[in-house]
Structure formats: C-alpha cells, structure tokens
C-alpha cells in the first residue's frame, strides 16, 4: 500500500476555483488508479473522479462532471483535482485513494481502493 497525502483545500466562494494536490509519501505513483473522493457531514462518502495510471481514461461523478478536472502530475508525481464553477454543496472533506488492482466496473467504489488519505476540507460559502 501507498500512504497519502492531499494538499490545496480552503475556504472559497461560489464560483471560485480550487485545486487540490494526492501525493504519495515515499513512493510513486507508478501503476495505480487514483480516485477524490469526498464526504459531506451527516451525508455518505461521493464519489468524485479517478484518474487510471496511464492517465489516458478519466471518469467523473455527475454532480462534479463539466467543473472538475483530474489530472496527473508527472513532473511533481501528483494526481491534482482542478475544482472549477465551485458551489456551496461542493462543501466536503476531500480525500484520495489509491489502488493499483481496481477495475473499470467499480472505479467509483470505494471498497475499491485501499490506501486513503487523511483528507482535506474544502468549503465554499454562498
């Protein structure tokens, strides 16, 4: 397993943007899917994006799908998550995962992944 580490959460406005940072800690991401996922209070843990380790496939929640962007990082060896458009229900604790065996079927699942991050707040206000 990777550990995790996420970075770029914050306070922001609606309609602002935000970009946050996955960063594996002591490793790489070489051969490993990378998926945000995030979580509400009083609400169940969404899925957001997930990115597959040859970047070249991408797959989006529909409430995030046209705003956000994930993308690889190969020069920092960070998945990064690009939060356009942001709305107030965008308001969660945002965390990565990893895996390196998940399949296309369940690449929204988080019973998928098994290395998590601790997490980063984001919060956008009306």
């Known amino acids: 397993q990777v550990q995790l580490v996420e970075s770029g959460g914050g306070l922001v406005q609606t309609g602002d943007s935000l970009r946050l940072s996955c960063a594996p800690s002591?490793?790489?991401?070489?051969?490993?899917?990378v998926a945000w996922f995030r979580q509400a209070p009083g609400k169940e843990r969404e899925f957001v994006a997930a990115?597959?380790?040859?970047?070249?496939?991408?797959y989006y929640g529909d409430s995030v799908k046209g705003r956000f962007t994930v993308s690889r990082n190969n020069a920092k060896n960070t998945v990064d998550l690009q939060m356009n458009s942001l709305l107030p229900e965008d308001t969660a604790v945002y965390s990565c995962?990893?895996?390196?065996?998940?399949?296309?079927?369940?690449?929204?699942?988080?019973?998928?992944?098994?290395?998590w991050g601790q997490g980063t707040q984001v919060t956008v206000s009306s």
């Open positions: 002591g490793g790489t991401f070489n051969r490993y899917t």
């Open positions: 990115i597959k380790w040859s970047s070249r496939y991408t």
């Open positions: 995962a990893a895996s390196s065996t998940v399949i296309t079927s369940s690449i929204s699942s988080q019973r998928a992944y098994s290395s």
